[in-house]
């Protein structure tokens, strides 16, 4: 079992940059898919991003691409997710989750339902 805990939200203006972080509890951080996803405020939870076990692969939301970089470090059993360039519509609570089914060291996951842990979320609002 891992337990998630994010940080790194806040206010920043639009074409601001932040930095969420995520912290895993247990020796076991490496062998979970990581992912990222936000829900706005009466929306659904939608993906942001993944990131496989090694940090070689990962996948982004088309609405992300290009801005949002996430990559992970297992010797601090961390997974971050940089976002530059943010826009108003990327306001949203951000929470970091975990995917215990592996299939290859390459995998990574989109589906909220494939994920197994997930942390309690950080807000970010971007204003404009």
Do not use: H
């Not at 951080?29 to 692969?57: C, D, H, K, N, P």
């Not at 306001?91 to 309690?120: E, F, I, L, M, N």
């Amino acid at each position: 079992q891992v337990q998630l805990v994010e940080s790194g939200g806040g206010l920043v203006q639009a074409g601001g940059s932040l930095r969420l972080s995520c912290a895993a509890s247990g020796r076991t951080f490496s062998s979970y898919i990581m992912g990222w996803f936000r829900q706005a405020a009466g929306q659904e939870r939608e993906f942001v991003a993944t990131v496989s076990l090694s940090g070689g692969s990962t996948y982004y939301a088309d609405s992300v691409k290009g801005r949002f970089t996430i990559s992970r470090d297992n010797a601090k059993n961390t997974v971050y997710l940089q976002m530059n360039s943010l826009k108003p519509e990327d306001t949203a609570v951000y929470y970091c989750a975990a995917d215990a089914t592996v299939y290859s060291r390459s995998s990574v996951s989109t589906s909220a339902y494939k994920y197994d842990y997930w942390g309690q979320g950080t807000q970010v609002t971007v204003a404009s």
